[in-house]
């Protein structure tokens, strides 16, 4: 029989805002329609969305992905899932080969029980200068054969890995990332618009938080942010806290990148957990008033977002449509992964729904049909 929720459909497509009704049998969507369902039983709901998908996280509920933690590492997922996430890649900090090679080897039963999509290696590839909260001790070069190797230790569970490109070994190192299946996504880098451009050729196709640890977008020198803001094969992700990026900056990119833009959270263990002292890999750090810094130098330390607070953003601070929002949040990062079967409310889609009330605030979490 199933269930059928009645209210306000955002599909994912980016068309605004309807009247609907979303059928669900089992762990699909088996109908929608507009107006008002038969169904006498239909669940009334506020805005209905298709669930967020996040490919950038480190972690939540005071659970790190880093951790090798199971307890952790279920903690930090479920913390998302409360907040609309319903697929996720989990994001490893730069380390050395054996911490990394522990740390993947933690998380791979979680991707092959489908609680997490994929594994995110963030690091150690990037540049020492832009390494943000990445611990500099553990900082190389992408050895080519390094690179391999780690790939192989994901066994095709690594989903996505970002490079700096400007580093030896780098063009040739993102070719093999994308023969090997994953993203090769470009961040936390010193390159110039050229050696940006270089990458993609190579394959990149992702931009690890946009602006975020890279040199600035000048008029006269485009600068990373050009080079991949500009070039229609990139997704940009974009950290929309109201910290890491001016709103009016959220806007601007979004509306350059209109359809390819990515809302991350790059949540670290705060996340869903409030104030205190943290960890991210082996460095302190201090979160207040929901900022994240590290406590040595003061640069940011990945965010305390949950998807619904990044979509209330981008709305409220930033100024974004709701449906260009909704499709940064669920539909474009669900295209990044290749997943097909979610991201948007269609018949045949997997059931990831979030009910939303209106002040975006979350009501309920649909994840393949169950009830979070
Ligand atoms: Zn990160």
Redesign the pocket.
């Known amino acids: 029989m199933g269930v059928t929720l009645s209210g306000e459909l955002l599909r994912g497509d980016g068309t605004p805002a309807q009247r609907g009704w979303v059928r669900i049998e089992g762990e699909h969507i088996a109908e929608v329609g507009v107006g008002r369902p038969d169904d006498a039983l239909a669940i009334p709901a506020g805005l209905i969305v298709p669930g967020f998908v996040d490919i950038?996280c480190?972690g939540g509920g005071r659970g790190e992905f880093t951790s090798a933690n199971p307890e952790q590492i279920d903690r930090a997922v479920f913390t998302h899932r409360r907040h609309g996430t319903t697929t996720m890649n989990a994001?490893l900090?730069s380390a050395t080969y054996d911490d990394l090679e522990r740390q993947i080897r933690a998380l791979l039963p979680f991707v092959d029980d489908g609680t997490l999509h994929g594994i995110h290696l963030?690091g150690p590839w990037i540049s020492e200068r832009y390494c943000g909260?990445h611990d500099p001790a553990t900082l190389r070069p992408p050895e080519p054969d390094e690179v391999s190797r780690i790939l192989e230790v994901g066994e095709g569970r690594i989903a996505m890995v970002t490079i700096a490109p400007e580093l030896p070994g780098a063009i040739e190192s993102i070719r093999r990332v994308v023969a090997f299946g994953a993203r090769a996504a470009v961040g936390h880098t010193a390159a110039d618009a050229d050696i940006t451009r270089a990458a993609i050729d190579a394959g990149a196709t992702v931009a690890?938080?946009l602006f975020n640890a890279m040199p600035p977008l000048l008029h006269r020198a485009a600068g990373p942010v050009g080079a991949l803001l500009s070039d229609e094969r990139i997704w940009p992700e974009i950290i929309a806290d109201g910290v890491h990026v001016e709103p009016d900056v959220v806007d601007l990119a979004l509306a350059a990148a209109e359809g390819r833009g990515v809302l991350v959270t790059?949540a670290m263990a705060a996340a869903g957990a409030g104030d205190g002292d943290y960890r991210i890999g082996d460095l302190d750090v201090r979160v207040r008033d929901g900022v994240a810094r590290l406590a040595s130098s003061g640069s940011l330390a990945?965010s305390t977002l949950t998807m619904d607070r990044a979509l209330r953003r981008t709305v409220s601070l930033a100024g974004r449509p709701l449906a260009g929002a909704v499709r940064a949040a669920s539909t474009t990062p669900a295209a990044v992964l290749g997943l097909t079967d979610r991201g948007v409310i269609e018949v045949g889609k997997r059931a990831d729904l979030v009910l939303l009330d209106e002040d975006l605030d979350v009501d309920r979490v649909m994840r393949a049909g169950e009830w979070i």
């Open positions: 950038h480190h994001s900090v963030e909260a690890t938080h790059d990945g």
